[in-house]
């Protein structure tokens, strides 16, 4: 059964183009009759290397490793955007930005989200019978029915996009690093491009605004909670239930929580990985307590690191991108250079899922448009392509330029161990 399990996981798509043949499997396989509940955690902004399972130097995810032993650690699997909206777009669709229509971030102002004729993991699971809740960061729209609640989660608690996209009273670490939200009649704007400080950023629960500004200090706390409240419900409710969960974490603003002694660079950073593993822990242990057996868990990023806040940002292992950061340019987030989309990916199931496996399977991006499939790439208006050697390697500028990923949903296509990158940026 479990290496059944592994084919389907073969079939090469991204996160949510795996779920789908995961659910197709399961209703049609023994599970019949005790359908099976899935989680889901996204991490945000979370480095390859940031898993100690995967990188030696990173010390700070215990809940995690531990996690890894206890399941399947795919260390070549690729979120499907290098930036927020678009992977997550991806995640609960399985389409690509290029066909789903999310190929840029959502801003604060955005009336938009994701396209509503799309059709959600959520909305399948929850015609199916599933109880479907959403925690945490959701960046796919946040006005009239682009609302989580109205994308097929009965339940969802947290916040309409990412957290540095607001005004906060604690606003923890960052770089720049941004002021608190203007107190009484004193001035709302700040100068710092980087910083928002026109809307405060609010904390939902469901369709109603619960606290504003949020208190980020408390957020992955709270968090903890709503989760291993819904995990319990949805239990005793006997009906199979989806959990996504959009953790804050790794994105900054870092949390002031748990500082260390002398709070600074990579330690300030590793204090914020810790608490995200806490976070991971305290919901895995609830699957454990509760559902053990009859649950899939699956944790991943969707994306790498924002190199551009330097000691703030996370590891990208080996990725490091030798020729790009040469150039002055980033390795990581916004590019589609393999820091910014490899990621790292754990799935557990005990009983299900091969226990202390670590798989070198290529799970890529999405479930239509795979390698190969050329015409697709046609309204990117590619001028040019080139075959690097395995991107782990240092190559040379006659082969390689790094692609932004922001203005072109594909820049980039991968073949085993091979990536083809374009030359030339797709505007
Ligand atoms: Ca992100």
Redesign the pocket.
Known sequence: MGWLFLKVLLVGVSFSGFLYPLVDFCFNGKTRGQKPNFVIILA??IGWGDLGANWAETKDTTNLDKMASEGMRFVDFHAAAS??SP?RASLLTGRLGLRNGVTHNFAVTSVGGLPLNETTLAEVLQQAGYVTGMIGKWHLGHHGSYHPNFRGFDYYFGIPY?HDMGCTDTPGYNHPPCPACPQGDGPSRNLQRDCYTDVALPLYENLNIVEQPVNLSSLAQKYAEKATQFIQQASTSGRPFLLYVGLAHM?VPLPVTQLPAAPQGGRLYGAGLREMDGLVGQIKDKVDRTAKGNTFLWFTG??GPWAQKCELAGSVGPFTGLWQTRQGGCPA?QTTWEGGHRVPALAYWPGRVPVNVTSTALLRCCSTPTVGQLESLESCRLSAWSVTRPSTLPVGPEHVMGAPGLSCSISFLLFSTWKMISRKLCL
């Open positions: 945000d902004d930036t927020c992977s990412s994105h969707d994306n987030k």
